[in-house]
């Protein structure tokens, strides 16, 4: 595949040497860039991950000098920086995560300001946030996490809006609003965090509605039901936390009964279990 992906970007370069204000070729060369750093990124090869995503972001750019409405380009552009940020922040490059993150939102509203109804375009934009939001929570920038997973959640609703069906925006932005009430039970807003898991419970319904054996839906909401309780029992809410507790379980083992290999729900659910045991 390293080498599959390397000939690719050689073929487009052989293109732009003939033509090179070409500016499909310079889409797909960034393209093919940024599939390579994400094997790179796979394979723990980081440094070469961190020059393929560079030089992606690059070759957008240079499409984009050429045809600053190309669509796809500012959003290839976006999930490329997206991408970049999540390497940097695992390699505890945290400004340039950051940094990264934000650039990536901002080719997404480029795109958008261009094309208003891209599905697309939100969904991306959604995620950005969101890692960005996972980011300033972990760097205790409490009040810009609650700003971006806001807006991380008004982007997917903005894509659900015009795509009720899209299974993965449900998902999301369930993801969004569960991350948004773990910390904001942090910071001891209990009931704004009681809203937010029950919103997030609700969001993984309407991808379960659409999608009933969809394993990560199922096993999210019972880490949501499982936080759920968790807040309520700090908040002597004892029947309430059951409740949530026996509905995690049931959602733990609707994933187990479509995986019963995963051994990483397997443990969430043995966890569960425990804290149900201990409170009642």
């Given at each position: ?65 050429r045809a600053p409405d190309h669509i796809y380009a500012h959003n290839n ?159 002597s809410q004892k029947e309430e936390a059951i409740k949530s507790y026996q ?34």
């Amino acid at each position: 595949a390293l080498i599959s992906y390397t000939q690719a970007i050689a073929s487009f370069d052989e293109a732009l040497n003939r033509a090179p204000d070409d500016i499909y070729a310079h889409n797909n060369k960034g393209i093919a860039l940024r599939g390579l750093g994400d094997l790179q990124t796979d394979l723990c090869h980081h440094q070469d991950a961190l020059i393929s995503y560079t030089q992606a972001i690059a070759s957008f750019d240079e499409a984009l000098n050429r045809a600053p409405d190309h669509i796809y380009a500012h959003n290839n552009k976006g999930i490329a920086l997206q991408s970049l940020g999540d390497l940097q922040t695992g390699l505890s490059q945290h400004q340039h995560a950051l940094n990264s993150y934000s650039q990536a939102i901002a080719s997404f509203d480029e795109a958008l300001n261009r094309t208003p109804d891209d599905i697309y375009a939100y969904y991306n934009k959604g995620l950005a946030l969101g890692s960005l939001g996972d980011l300033q929570a972990d760097l205790s920038q409490h009040q810009d996490a609650l700003t971006s997973y806001t807006q991380a959640i008004a982007s997917y609703t903005q894509a659900l809006n015009r795509a009720p069906d899209f299974i993965y925006a449900h998902n999301n932005k369930g993801t969004a609003l569960k991350s948004l009430g773990h910390l904001q039970a942090s910071l001891s807003h209990h009931q704004d965090a009681l809203i937010s898991y029950t919103q997030a419970i609700a969001s993984f319904d309407e991808a379960l509605n659409r999608a009933p054996d969809d394993i990560k839906a199922h096993n999210n909401k019972g880490v949501a039901l499982a936080l759920l309780g968790i807040l309520q029992v700090d908040l002597s809410q004892k029947e309430e936390a059951i409740k949530s507790y026996q509905a995690g379980l049931v959602e733990f083992d609707r994933c187990l009964k479509i995986a019963p290999d995963n051994k990483k729900v397997r443990n969430l659910r043995d966890k569960l279990q425990e804290l149900l045991d201990d409170l009642k």
